[in-house]
């Protein structure tokens, strides 16, 4: 595939990975990396992105589901590597024969996994879970008892080893948030009960992206970074990537598709939200909802076009939107840049998270499969096209 001639891309730089694994490894020096390549890489590319931390120092990966993890191993990856999120009936088996370290936070996950481990007639690499206070998933403190005297039961049975305990924060990227202490202290109770009833997990993490930059208590033995690795600022109020070296790995550009001189008062995109000001040239983006372009950027999301931040003008349509060019030129197949790094004077994620009321973790994963990721490494090469059409 001509990457010149695409409708759009996504272009992954693999270097930036790189370089951001190494400077979150470097904030969190006592502890090891695992680098979150959950949704794709957080719409990346998992496995591509897995192998670039992998390569810059990150011993662990980890996915939510155990299919992304399956797909992981698929791939060729061999190393440390952990999913967190199961339902009944889930593919305990499987996550047993390829070495992944799976999360148990109840009695019902302890009992599957261990009749899963007896059918493989080899022991499961169990993580336990305690809700500290997120109410997400974990095992509540009261019900903690029972849980690590259960995991330790069938440890000594030979059916599994507990290889981590470990929790999840909710508030570590609002720095001072009261929630953060409270959750530490319920987190080092949970490691003491463990140790009391003779647990030894190799790993103890409750960090993420905002506590591994803002934390340091929190680091204990592995940080789990998501958002970092991909050079994406989990908040605000945590601050922009720059301030902890991070650098934006992807870049959304289109080729413009039309550009057309049109009189004052013409109204653009359905239902004429947006109506020109005066005789001026509008440009087509072939970019939509479709391809995870938020519908609620109608009227505010940032693109440079032309040289200049541009906004989109009327509603994004399932495959493309309109921006106003106020008169300037351009040519069918100029480039438009949603978003990257920003030091082409591009917006970056965070300032599209801002003009639609949401993350910029939301503004990466969402963009979809039919816009082929491009990896580039800009210390050496361009190293080819994933996603549909591609090879991953
Ligand atoms: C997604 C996720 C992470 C990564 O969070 P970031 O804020 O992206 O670093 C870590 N741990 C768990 C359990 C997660 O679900």
Redesign the pocket.
């Known amino acids: 595939m001509n990457e010149t001639a695409m409708r759009a891309r996504a272009a992954i730089d693999l270097a930036a990975v790189r370089s951001n694994v190494r400077a979150l490894r470097r904030r969190a020096p006592g502890a090891e990396l695992?680098a979150?390549v959950?949704s794709d890489g957080?719409g990346h590319g998992a496995v591509r992105c897995g192998r670039a931390a992998r390569a810059a120092g990150a011993s662990w990966l980890?996915t939510?589901l155990p299919e992304e993890a399956f797909a992981l191993r698929a791939a060729g990856d061999t190393g440390r590597l952990m999913c967190?999120?199961w339902t009944p009936g889930g593919p305990w088996h499987q996550a047993i024969e390829q070495d992944i370290d799976v999360s148990v936070s109840g009695l019902w996950a302890l009992r599957e996994v261990t009749v899963a481990a007896q059918a493989c007639a080899r022991p499961a690499r169990v993580q336990l879970k305690v809700d500290t206070g997120l109410g997400r998933?974990g095992c509540q403190p009261a019900d903690w008892p029972e849980l690590i005297a259960a995991a330790r039961a069938a440890e000594v049975a030979g059916e599994l080893t507990v290889t981590g305990v470990?929790s999840?924060f909710a508030c570590?990227?609002e720095p001072g948030h009261p929630s953060i202490p409270l959750q530490l202290t319920a987190f080092r109770q949970a490691l003491a009960d463990a140790a009391v009833v003779g647990l030894r997990p190799e790993v103890r993490h409750i960090a993420?992206?905002?506590a591994?930059l803002t934390l340091p208590e929190a680091h204990f033995d592995l940080v789990?970074?998501?958002?970092?690795?991909y050079g994406v600022s989990?908040s605000p109020e945590i601050g922009i990537p720059e301030d902890f070296g991070l650098r934006p790995a992807m870049t959304l550009e289109a080729s413009l598709a039309s550009v057309k001189r049109v009189p004052g008062g013409h109204g653009v995109s359905y239902g004429h939200h947006y109506t020109t000001p005066g005789d001026t040239t509008l440009a087509l983006v072939p970019l939509g909802y479709a391809d995870g372009i938020p519908r609620h950027a109608s009227g505010s999301g940032p693109v440079l076009v032309a040289g200049k931040w541009r906004t989109v003008a009327g509603r994004i349509a399932m495959d493309q939107f309109v921006v106003d060019l106020g008169g300037d030129g351009a040519r069918p197949g100029d480039p438009a840049v949603l978003f990257g790094p920003g030091d082409r004077g591009e917006p970056t994620a965070e300032d599209w998270a801002r003009a639609t009321g949401t993350i910029g973790?939301e503004i990466v994963t969402r963009i979809g499969t039919r816009v082929p990721r491009v990896f580039l490494d800009s210390e050496v090469h361009d190293e080819g096209v994933g996603g549909q059409g591609g090879r991953a």
């Not at 789990?224 to 690795?229: E, L, T």
């Open positions: 695992m979150v959950k957080y980890g939510a967190w999120l998933n470990w999840h570590a990227d993420n992206t905002p591994l789990r970074s998501g958002i970092g690795v989990p973790y």
